[in-house]
């Protein structure tokens, strides 16, 4: 059975840092390339960043290149997203799945609130 359990959400103060986890299992996780997606309440969902099988590339949405950095830990099934300079519009549940289309169920998410 394919799962995705992200972890690592919270309440942050603008300005603030999380890093989120996504655990993966039931699938070959070292040869997939691995997206984060967030769902802002009301809204739908948005592309946050990607990464490929290795590790060696990656991408990210404009609205937070150079505040968040994702990375991958092939050994542990694990895809991370390090989140600095958290910004009040970064507030929405954030997801994990493959890239570049999610193939499987997906998690329950994590929620991340930015707020003072």
């Known amino acids: 059975e394919v799962q995705l359990v992200e972890s690592g959400g919270g309440l942050v103060q603008p300005g603030g840092s999380l890093r989120l986890s996504c655990a993966a299992s039931?699938?070959?996780?070292?040869?997939?390339?691995m997206t984060w997606v967030r769902q802002a309440p009301g809204k739908g969902l948005e592309w946050v960043s990607g990464?490929?099988?290795?590790?060696?590339?990656?991408r990210y949405a404009d609205s937070v290149k150079g505040r968040f950095t994702i990375s991958r830990d092939n050994a542990k099934n694990t895809v991370y997203l390090q989140m600095n300079s958290l910004k009040p519009e970064d507030t929405a549940v954030y997801y994990c799945?493959?890239?570049?289309?999610?193939?499987?169920?997906w998690g329950q998410g994590t929620q991340v609130t930015v707020s003072s």
């Open positions: 799945n493959t890239a570049p289309k999610a193939l499987f169920p």
């Open positions: 039931g699938f070959m996780f070292s040869t997939y390339a």
């Open positions: 990464i490929n099988s290795g590790g060696g590339s990656t």
